[in-house]
């Protein structure tokens, strides 16, 4: 509406941060042609942000774009998300500066990236001739338990998973002490149980692919974690 009011329109790209959230309780794989679900209120909002620059787009000719991003981490993720909770829990764990980490719900699966090739997929949409909406991806998906045994194979941590449900633990072989709790606090009313993403509209038409595989992006953020700790 700003860039509307003040006739810039022809000179303004915009780029809308959409979010793979959208989708929450739709079956996989997700593309620009599935049905959203959204599972929580921030994916409701976000539900409108997709669709008045979709409207925006229509109504005004904006070259207004509708990035739908999946999961993208990095070392800069904010602390209270559950990779930044697991990569510096475990990394202090490791040095001896914290007993345990307490988790929520170990097998909500996610289509995890890292941001910087995700960062140039923001910046080719808005290179391209014409304005859209893309999901970019990796195509590949893992659960929370599977991001906190790539830490631990980074950190040189041998565990074993015991017990179900909140009961479930991992226990340090070496030491026997359990590092790993379920605290059911962090359980989501909703959850949104299965992220996997289909990028193969931004692969065709921005040349765009990943760069950066699960196992590197978690050493990556592990990397960084731990050396920042020990100093």
């Known amino acids: 509406e700003a860039v509307k009011s003040t006739n810039l329109i022809n000179k303004t790209k915009i780029y809308q941060a959409s979010t793979s959230e959208l989708y929450g309780k739709t079956p996989p794989p997700q593309n620009e ?3 959203f679900y959204p599972r929580s209120p921030y994916a409701v909002a976000k539900l409108y ?3 008045i620059i979709v409207n925006y787009r229509e109504a005004y000719n904006f070259f207004a774009c509708n990035g739908i991003l999946f999961n993208h981490e990095s070392p800069l993720r904010g602390e209270t998300f559950v990779t930044r909770k697991i990569t510096i829990g ?3 764990i490791k040095l001896g500066l914290q007993d345990h980490l307490e988790l929520g719900n170990l097998d909500s699966k996610r289509d995890w990236g890292y941001a910087e090739d995700y960062v140039e997929a923001m910046f080719l949409m808005l290179q391209h ?3 859209d909406n893309y999901v970019i991806s990796t195509g590949e998906t893992y659960s929370v338990r599977d991001f906190i045994n790539a830490s631990c194979n980074e950190l040189n941590i041998n565990i074993i998973w ?3 449900g909140l009961n479930e633990v991992a226990i340090n072989k070496d030491t026997g002490k359990v590092i790993i709790k379920i605290n059911p606090k962090y359980y989501r009313p909703t959850e949104v149980d299965l992220l996997l993403g289909d990028a193969a509209k931004a ?3 921005l040349n765009w692919k990943p760069k950066t595989n699960f196992k590197n992006l978690v050493s990556k953020m592990i990397k960084y974690d731990y050396i920042k700790l020990k100093k």
């Open 90 to 92: 475990l990394s202090k």
């Open 129 to 131: 001739n014409k304005p």
């Open 203 to 205: 692969k065709q038409i």
């Open 49 to 51: 942000a997709y669709w």
């Open 33 to 35: 042609k599935t049905q």
């Open 162 to 164: 015991e017990g179900e």
